[in-house]
């Protein structure tokens, strides 16, 4: 078996484009989530700036997630090294997220941008997957 075969993996078609959908899906649940919360919990209303940072936030934790799938494709069949991959992306993710959250808020924030930018990481990390030889 050469190494090329054995490191195959399949691309999402039109990965740019899943990108900035799932990236965008992210940010709009989230922008619905604070505004609601705003109304029902007492939540601080987002300004345009906490709704721009939550985009930037989503987009970045979705490109580090398929950064993180390029060097390690999703496995084909559910089982412990699928756990240990979530395992091995999110503690980085929640550390880049926590430094990401204090550099965009300051040591007071308001929104929880480091889940925000752990969630995008898991998602974004589902779109190379590895295939059986």
Request: proline share 7%; no cysteine.
């Amino acid at each position: 078996m050469h190494s090329s075969e054995r490191n195959a993996f399949v691309v999402a078609p039109n990965l740019a484009l899943k990108i900035t959908r799932t990236s965008l899906q992210i940010s709009l649940f989230f922008f619905a989530f604070y505004i609601a919360g705003h109304y029902v919990f007492g939540f601080p209303f987002p300004a345009p700036l906490d709704l721009l940072q939550i985009l930037f936030v989503a987009f970045s934790g979705v490109l580090l997630g398929v950064a993180f799938s390029r060097v390690w494709p999703l496995p084909p069949r559910a089982g412990f090294e699928r756990i240990m991959r979530v395992f091995l992306l999110m503690a980085p993710a929640l550390g880049l997220g926590l430094a990401l959250h204090v550099w965009l808020q300051g040591p007071q924030a308001e929104r929880a941008l480091y889940l925000i930018f752990a969630l995008a990481a898991w998602l974004g990390s589902g779109y190379i997957v590895r295939v059986e030889t």
